[in-house]
């Protein structure tokens, strides 16, 4: 079976330094991995995925994330926060021998100080 | 851009009343869902569908909860009658290649829904 953990339920970082919200996955196959943001009272929007392709992986609004498999990893990093980048975050895995069914981890709030 | 049009975005009912949602999905995605968040968690799939067709309820409660797309496009959740505990969002989502290896989903804005 599948799992997400999300190591932090809040992260708080003053604007302008970096960003780290961490994520251990367990999956039988090779999965392919997401994270997504979502802004109060919005819907999810994708910020990036990896399927098997390159392992650092860039997304929107200059997030990346790399995959490591040795580690069971797929933690999402910025340089720089912006005070916009104030949501939450969740990592998700998708396995293909769980039908590609989304598995969603807690969620991590990440607060922006100015 | 493309989206997925969920109403009504805030509903306030009673317990023991029922409620219905409705989702459109982006034009010419044949695989939808509904997920429900409670405040603080991630998003749980309730009901999974393919065309007009249920993939996937193995976690609607099905006594109380209803899920219909009756011509593969738009869907209805319905709850009755609704409890307390079904305070929560509910987040319809579409896809475009359910088999692909990456099942990239495109979420609406979601319904909150609040029980008194």
């Known amino acids: 079976a599948q799992s997400v953990t999300q190591l932090d339920s809040h992260v708080s970082v003053s604007e302008g330094t970096p960003v780290l919200l961490r994520c251990n996955y367990s999956?039988?196959?090779?999965?392919?991995l997401f994270w997504y943001v979502q802004h109060p009272n919005k819907g999810l929007q994708l910020l990036l995925k990896y399927t098997s392709a390159a392992t650092l992986v860039k997304g929107i609004n200059g997030f990346e994330a790399e995959f490591k498999k040795s580690e069971t990893s797929f933690h999402l990093t910025k340089p720089s926060a912006h005070m916009s980048d104030a949501a939450e975050y969740f990592c998700?895995?998708?396995?293909?021998?769980?039908?590609?069914?989304?598995?969603f981890g807690g969620g991590t709030r990440l607060m922006v100080k100015p | 851009e493309a989206e997925v049009a969920q109403s009504p975005r805030y509903k306030i009912t009673e317990k023991s009343q029922a409620v219905a949602f409705w989702c459109d999905p982006i034009?010419?995605?044949?695989?939808l869902y509904w997920y429900r968040q409670i405040l603080g968690q991630g998003p749980e799939l309730l009901v999974q569908?393919?065309?007009?067709?249920?993939?996937?309820d193995s976690q609607l409660p099905k006594d109380r909860f209803s899920a219909e797309r009756l011509k593969g496009v738009d869907s209805t959740l319905k709850i009755q009658p609704a409890e307390l505990g079904d305070s929560a969002m509910y987040l319809c989502a579409s896809s475009f290649q359910p088999g692909s290896g990456a099942n990239v989903l495109t979420f609406g804005a979601g319904s909150r829904l609040t029980v008194l």
């Open positions: 999956s039988s196959y090779s999965p392919s």
């Open positions: 034009s010419g995605h044949a695989t």
């Open positions: 998700v895995v998708s396995d293909y021998n769980a039908g590609n069914m989304l598995t």
């Open positions: 569908f393919q065309d007009e067709s249920v993939v996937d």
